[in-house]
């Protein structure tokens, strides 16, 4: 299984490009195929896309655990993306009133 959803990144590969793309899509594939296999059927019920988004907050903690991403780094982008929102939906408010008058 740790082939499949290694842990940590090899450090002595990691330089190596094919290495990390290798990893990613091995940590990738489960969700693809679960992904095609809902998409497939058509169905489009709450209960697989429920099961789909269950899927990408897997892979995207098994990503966090795998490249060590900084917890820190990533919270601070968040609260970073937070503030750009919320003046982007200030400028947006302006505008609206700038048409309405």
């Known amino acids: 299984m740790d082939t499949l959803y290694p842990t940590m990144l090899d450090p002595d590969e990691s330089e190596d490009e ?14 693809l ?3 095609y ?4 059927r058509g169905s489009g019920k709450p209960a697989d896309q429920e099961f789909l988004k269950k899927q990408e907050e ?8 795998t490249l060590g991403i900084d917890e820190e780094a990533l919270i601070k982008l968040e609260e970073e993306l937070n503030h750009h929102k919320e003046e982007l939906d200030l400028l947006n408010d302006l505008t609206e009133e700038q048409k309405l008058e």
Do not use: C, H, R
């Not at 897997?58 to 655990?65: A, I, T």
């Open 18 to 31: 094919d290495y990390e793309q290798t990893v990613e899509f091995k940590m990738y594939l489960p969700f």
């Open 33 to 35: 195929l679960n992904s």
């Open 37 to 40: 296999q809902v998409e497939s």
């Open 58 to 65: 897997l892979l995207l903690e098994n990503y966090k655990n």
